[in-house]
């Protein structure tokens, strides 16, 4: 199958923009759209047979529901069996926002869709091209991230492209997404039989925010968790998964500034590594030894060898959890005698690092890295949602000094 990009301007949406991709959609078939958080792999959500086709382009575990995207406050009647008050509240609130509530299903919404739960995930996109492909199709679509599953999210149409190339018709492209992380997830669905509402996932939308809303909401213990947990199960089935995961090994480093930096260093000066990546900010960037990865000669090699990374991207095994990704073809290509310096955002606005952070993630298997080194972020109000996504990531790999 050949896979389409179609590029749409922002500033003025026209409903003939979304012909094909509607078409796409009523038969069933799959597109991708920008969202404010990340790339969605859109579906039919009443379709089961299309969740089963979103499963399979992602090699996703059909036990990992999906989110049902809406663009009318007035579908929660319809995807819910109940609708408790705080969920108005929230919705009343943050939508349309990067929020996501679990509630009791309706008979309406088929199990492939929620992998066989009772309960539903439902969100309504601020994006204005998620929100006018939602409107022009007349559809609930179901909506995960449109990465292959195990890999960082997709944040440009590019690494949708490069994950999901032949595997779907068209991606809708609206450059980069402006929040960079998954929506936030709050389960509402125990609240009328007295459970207590919970943050399934930390994201853009905080726990302080939505307390005013949902006082006494908690976070998933799970979740926010710094170590494995041998006993507990996340409850959005989706946590348990190795995720957003390079094909490198990541380690974060925390502790004071002085001392990270010193750590990472001194790490990789080890000549038993080969291919090292440094994870640091615009504040802390020029105190690592290394080669920034904006270095125009590093850039312009990678140009030449883009073709390859994409021939390696077909070899992917997309099918299994975490996959290996074979990176041979880039090892031999580009040569990399020193360690590659990232730049994720600033300190002084996490939203800045949020955003970069994914794209950070898949830059280190752009050039095939086999160590990356990660400063910690523990400051700011988005600090829980870009340090679940990182110790994800890491394998809850973190070393303190
Ligand atoms: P993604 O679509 O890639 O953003 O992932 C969706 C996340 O929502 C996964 O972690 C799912 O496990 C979670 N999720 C979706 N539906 C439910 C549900 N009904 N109950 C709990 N978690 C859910
Ligand atoms: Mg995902």
Known sequence: METKIKALDRSCLKPEDFKEAVEI??????????????????????????????????????????????????????LASDVPREALAAAKRFWPGPLTMILNKSDRVPFGTTGGLSTVAIRFPSDNIANMLIKTSGLYLAAPSANASGRPSTTRAEHVYEDLNGRIPLILDGGSCKIGLESTIIDLSGISSGKKPLILRPGFITKEELE?????????????????????VAKAPGMKYRHYAPAGTLT??????????????????DKKYKRIGILATKETRSLYKGVQYDDETLQNNLKKLRPISLKFEEKTSLGSVG????????????????????????????????????????????LALDVIYSESFEDGPLCQAIMNRLIKAAGYSIVYV
């Open 212 to 232: 005013e809303v949902i006082p006494g909401i908690e976070y998933d213990p799970v979740v926010i968790s710094r170590k494995p947990s041998e006993n507990k």
């Open 323 to 366: 996959g290996s990704i074979e990176l041979e073809d880039i090892r031999q290509h580009l040569s990399l005698e020193e360690p590659v310096i990232f730049t994720v955002g600033s300190r002084e606005d996490d939203a800045s690092i949020a955003a970069e952070l994914f794209e950070a993630l898949r830059n280190c298997d752009e």
């Open 25 to 78: 959609l009523k038969s069933g078939g799959l597109v991708a759209m920008p969202t404010e958080t990340v790339y969605g792999l859109a579906g039919d959500a009443m379709d089961e047979e299309a969740a089963k086709k979103i499963y399979a382009a992602k090699g996703r575990p059909s036990d990992n529901p999906l989110i049902v995207h809406i663009a009318d406050e007035k579908a929660l009647y319809e």
């Open 252 to 269: 974060i480093v925390e502790g004071k500034s002085e001392a990270v930096v010193n750590k990472i260093n001194a790490e990789a000066a």
